[in-house]
């Protein structure tokens, strides 16, 4: 069509060079050293790989095609750009979606133009076709359920009803009979129905999952648009489609997995299990009750606390999503300065999920300059709290519940902890006495040995500050 | 089937085994930037929206196919931004040279 179209080899010679980058990309952005220039590795395989797409002998018209790549550029670096890094993780949710978006409109596109004029489709494109649409779809709706609970839109704890399994089966089933009608019939009244199912069982898939387990859901989820962009992949007939996709859905799964071991649950468990079930909806009540047995929280002012930290050997910091939430980390960092100064240690205690996603707080405090060599993960951390006066919990919740230790009923029953209640004193900054995003009461806060502080974790800090110069 | 089918497959079957060859061991620190990463990677899919939109049709075909680049688009360009922006968190950090 026009002048500069490249042969179809030469292009597919273009995309295997991209794949090549895909791959290194995500083999350095597996180790710290080199992940930085691993995604700038896989960025290149993937410009390479749009840019000669431009070429292709398929494409016929480019109005279209500028248009839509320039109004997804605005948006995409916009978002990117003018978030904060404590709403990283709803944005990675959000650009997984629209991935999935992409999978399912493209494939309702190719059905639409194969199906009328041919009749019924052979098989092969018409399986591929049905498959990207379905999971695309789910992968859509899902992560857009997931980012209105991380952006807390929607309530971060589990939303249940009675016999929700057994309808999410129906609709799964009636989905996919749709899938099958569209592909055996003419009438594409059923391709419209498969989007309409999969969209509405993506819904119903991550609203009872709690706010908690929604990293290792958006990463099921990214797995999930990896696999669409394949199934794509073998509608086109694109190899840089189906190696990029299956990637992605591949080490996805793996990473899936793993983000699931470090939190101790199956991935069954996180997608159908405690936190869903029957247990879970009974834990809050039963520990609501617990309330009215009187069991008392101890209060304490800011200066109380500020010298309990300026006259202790060591001090264990524990940072979760209050510490983000409040942008304290800077504010922890100059509170951290001021106790070293007299002659305190501190050290700060990384849980693998503490805020929401593994990793979120190690970025806030590398952000606010935190030496690297204080910040201990939970395997370094956990022997320390015995030999620690104080533990000062800023903001973390579930991620410190002894109930993951004792308690078999609790839905986070055998999640390893930091052991904060082992240190002498615990003192736990939070806004109040709701409970965290799993929405289970946590037990350490009637510990005798704790004492709260309600208040903005940056405003309590920063009164920490003040109190420590003070004394 | 096909031959392109078979070759398709074949690839697939490659490129499912590397992928989870590839990040065997990796640090929790970098469990959320991979993910971001990867999720990026699946971006690819904006290559399948330009081949769709440079032969559509139909009108509907056309307005599915703008949508599924805008899509596509924000899906690699925030992608990598954001998972540049995670990891230029970490680069300031004096004393990490050798992993982890």
């Given at each position: 069509?026009?002048?500069?179209?490249?042969?179809?080899?030469?292009?597919?010679?273009?995309?295997?060079?991209?794949?090549?980058?895909?791959?290194?990309?995500?083999?350095?952005?597996?180790?710290?050293?080199?992940?930085?220039?691993?995604?700038?590795?896989?960025?290149?395989?993937?410009?390479?790989?749009?840019?000669?797409?431009?070429?292709?002998?398929?494409?016929?018209?480019?109005?279209?095609?500028?248009?839509?790549?320039?109004?997804?550029?605005?948006?995409?670096?916009?978002?990117?750009?003018?978030?904060?890094?404590?709403?990283?993780?709803?944005?990675?949710?959000?650009?997984?979606?629209?991935?999935?978006?992409?999978?399912?409109?493209?494939?309702?596109?190719?059905?639409?133009?194969?199906?009328?004029?041919?009749?019924?489709?052979?098989?092969?494109?018409?399986?591929?076709?049905?498959?990207?649409?379905?999971?695309?779809?789910?992968?859509?709706?899902?992560?857009?359920?997931?980012?209105?609970?991380?952006?807390?839109?929607?309530?971060?704890?589990?939303?249940?009803?009675?016999?929700?399994?057994?309808?999410?089966?129906?609709?799964?089933?009636?989905?996919?009979?749709?899938?099958?009608?569209?592909?055996?019939?003419?009438?594409?009244?059923?391709?419209?129905?498969?989007?309409?199912?999969?969209?509405?069982?993506?819904?119903?898939?991550?609203?009872?999952?709690?706010?908690?387990?929604?990293?290792?859901?958006?990463?099921?989820?990214?797995?999930?648009?990896?696999?669409?962009?394949?199934?794509?992949?073998?509608?086109?007939?694109?190899?840089?489609?189906?190696?990029?996709?299956?990637?992605?859905?591949?080490?996805?799964?793996?990473?899936?997995?793993?983000?699931?071991?470090?939190?101790?649950?199956?991935?069954?468990?996180?997608?159908?299990?405690?936190?869903?079930?029957?247990?879970?909806?009974?834990?809050?009540?039963?520990?609501?009750?617990?309330?009215?047995?009187?069991?008392?929280?101890?209060?304490?002012?800011?200066?109380?606390?500020a010298v309990m930290l300026a006259y202790a050997n060591q001090v264990i910091?524990?940072?979760?999503?209050?510490?983000?939430?409040?942008?304290?980390?800077?504010?922890?960092?100059?509170l951290a300065e001021q106790l070293e100064a007299r002659g305190v240690k501190v050290k700060?205690?990384?849980?693998?999920?503490?805020?929401?996603?593994?990793?979120?707080?190690?970025?806030?405090?590398?952000?606010?300059?935190?030496p690297?060599?204080q910040?201990?993960?939970?395997?370094?951390?956990?022997?320390?709290?015995?030999r620690s006066d104080v533990?000062?919990?800023?903001?973390?919740?579930?991620?410190?519940?002894?109930?993951?230790?004792?308690?078999?009923?609790?839905?986070?029953?055998?999640?390893?902890?930091?052991?904060?209640?082992?240190?002498?004193?615990?003192?736990?900054?939070?806004?109040?006495?709701?409970?965290?995003?799993?929405?289970?009461?946590?037990?350490?806060?009637?510990?005798?040995?704790?004492?709260?502080?309600?208040?903005?974790?940056?405003?309590?800090?920063?009164?920490?500050v003040?109190?420590v110069k003070?004394v | 089937?096909?031959?392109?089918?078979?070759?398709?497959?074949?690839?697939?079957?490659?490129?499912?085994?590397?992928?989870?060859?590839?990040?065997?061991?990796?640090?929790?620190?970098?469990?959320?930037?991979?993910?971001?990463?990867?999720?990026?990677?699946?971006?690819?899919?904006?290559?399948?929206?330009?081949?769709?939109?440079?032969?559509?049709?139909?009108?509907?075909?056309?307005?599915?196919?703008?949508?599924?680049?805008?899509?596509?688009?924000?899906?690699?360009?925030?992608?990598?931004?954001?998972?540049?922006?995670?990891?230029?968190?970490?680069?300031?950090?004096?004393?990490?040279?050798?992993?982890?």
């Amino acid at each position: 069509m026009i002048p500069l179209a490249l042969s179809q080899n030469t292009i597919n010679l273009a995309y295997a060079v991209a794949a090549i980058l895909l791959i290194v990309g995500i083999k350095r952005l597996s180790s710290p050293a080199t992940a930085r220039s691993g995604n700038i590795v896989a960025a290149v395989g993937m410009t390479i790989a749009v840019v000669v797409t431009f070429f292709s002998p398929a494409i016929d018209s480019y109005g279209l095609i500028v248009a839509g790549i320039a109004v997804g550029a605005v948006i995409g670096v916009a978002s990117a750009r003018l978030v904060r890094m404590t709403a990283m993780p709803q944005m990675v949710a959000l650009f997984n979606g629209v991935g999935g978006g992409a999978a399912a409109l493209i494939a309702v596109s190719e059905f639409h133009r194969l199906a009328p004029a041919a009749g019924h489709l052979d098989g092969e494109p018409l399986v591929g076709i049905m498959f990207s649409a379905l999971i695309g779809s789910i992968s859509f709706s899902g992560s857009m359920v997931a980012f209105a609970k991380l952006q807390e839109l929607l309530p971060g704890r589990p939303l249940t009803f009675a016999g929700q399994q057994v309808v999410n089966a129906l609709l799964f089933a009636a989905t996919v009979a749709a899938g099958i009608a569209a592909g055996t019939t003419d009438d594409q009244i059923w391709i419209a129905l498969l989007v309409a199912g999969a969209l509405v069982f993506g819904v119903m898939l991550v609203l009872p999952i709690g706010g908690a387990d929604m990293p290792v859901v958006i990463s099921f989820l990214n797995a999930f648009t990896g696999l669409a962009a394949a199934a794509t992949g073998f509608v086109l007939d694109n190899n840089a489609l189906i190696i990029g996709g299956t990637l992605v859905g591949a080490s996805g799964t793996l990473l899936t997995v793993l983000m699931g071991r470090a939190m101790n649950r199956s991935l069954a468990n996180v997608l159908f299990g405690a936190f869903g079930s029957a247990p879970a909806s009974t834990g809050p009540a039963a520990a609501q009750e617990g309330d009215g047995d009187g069991r008392m929280v101890r209060e304490v002012t800011a200066d109380d606390v500020a010298v309990m930290l300026a006259y202790a050997n060591q001090v264990i910091v524990v940072p979760g999503y209050g510490l983000a939430v409040a942008q304290a980390q800077h504010a922890t960092r100059e509170l951290a300065e001021q106790l070293e100064a007299r002659g305190v240690k501190v050290k700060y205690a990384i849980h693998p999920v503490a805020g929401r996603m593994p990793g979120h707080m190690n970025v806030l405090l590398a952000e606010a300059n935190v030496p690297y060599p204080q910040l201990l993960d939970m395997e370094d951390a956990n022997p320390e709290f015995p030999r620690s006066d104080v533990a000062l919990v800023v903001g973390a919740n579930d991620v410190t519940n002894p109930a993951a230790r004792s308690n078999p009923e609790s839905p986070i029953y055998g999640m390893p902890i930091l052991d904060v209640d082992k240190a002498t004193n615990v003192v736990v900054l939070k806004r109040s006495m709701k409970p965290g995003f799993a929405g289970i009461e946590n037990e350490l806060y009637y510990n005798p040995k704790t004492a709260m502080l309600f208040g903005d974790a940056r405003a309590s800090i920063e009164k920490l500050v003040a109190g420590v110069k003070a004394v | 089937m096909s031959a392109e089918l078979i070759s398709s497959l074949t690839i697939f079957a490659l490129a499912m085994f590397l992928g989870f060859e590839l990040i065997g061991r990796v640090p929790t620190l970098l469990h959320t930037p991979l993910m971001s990463g990867t999720n990026a990677i699946h971006g690819i899919i904006l290559v399948g929206a330009m081949l769709v939109a440079g032969s559509a049709d139909s009108d509907l075909e056309k307005i599915l196919a703008f949508v599924a680049i805008v899509f596509g688009t924000i899906n690699v360009v925030g992608g990598f931004l954001v998972t540049d922006r995670m990891l230029d968190m970490f680069k300031r950090r004096p004393g990490r040279e050798d992993g982890e």
